[in-house]
């Protein structure tokens, strides 16, 4: 398990460095510093069924969608999600952005994300478009399910669908 201070980069240019662990708060949230590129890959609309996230911009400018609706978050400004609302964030600003996110109570949040990095360094995330790379991501939001899932219904059942293939496809013969 990763702990305070340590970065997990990402293909895209993607930096997210904990500066709190979830194993030091005692579970009682786990805190990132996010150093975004312009267009950074990020995740679809999802919800988190028993977390408050937070975002707080420390430097340049964050798309938050939250409430049906994007808003323009600039430095300085805060924004907290609670349980159950559907959200996600971009970086469109054409410029790299600083964040502060915290998911309250961290539950398997930062094992996530740890994982996600795995997979994509490992090469078996590489992009949504690709069938094997849907089965790693599907299998990973399974894992986790009380702690990311994804807001569209249509979302859901796709991915449901190909958890199912992947592990099958797991299962020895």
């Known amino acids: 398990m990763a702990g305070t201070g340590d970065t997990l980069g990402f ?17 009682t949230y786990v805190e990132m510093e996010l150093l975004l590129p312009p267009n ?24 938050v969608y939250l409430g049906g609706d994007w808003q323009s978050l600039p430095e300085g400004e805060t924004t907290s999600v609670p349980p159950g609302e559907p959200h996600t964030f971009r970086n469109s600003s054409g410029l790299r952005v600083r964040v502060r996110n915290v ?29 094997s790379s849907l ?3 599907s299998l990973l939001w399974e894992k986790y399910e009380d702690t990311i899932v994804p807001a569209k219904l249509g979302q859901r059942a796709v991915m449901g669908l190909f958890a199912r293939v992947g592990k099958r496809l797991r299962q020895p013969k």
């Open 103 to 131: 998911h309250r109570p961290a539950l398997g949040f930062q094992d996530y994300i740890e994982e996600l990095h795995s997979l994509v360094q490992d090469g078996k995330i590489k992009n949504t478009k690709d069938p």
């Open 11 to 27: 293909p895209d240019g993607s930096d997210y460095t904990i500066t709190a662990s979830a194993g030091e708060t005692g579970g």
């Open 135 to 137: 089965l790693h991501l």
């Open 40 to 63: 950074a890959v990020t995740p679809p609309i999802h919800i988190h069924p028993r977390q408050t996230e937070e975002y707080e911009v420390l430097g340049g400018k964050l798309d």
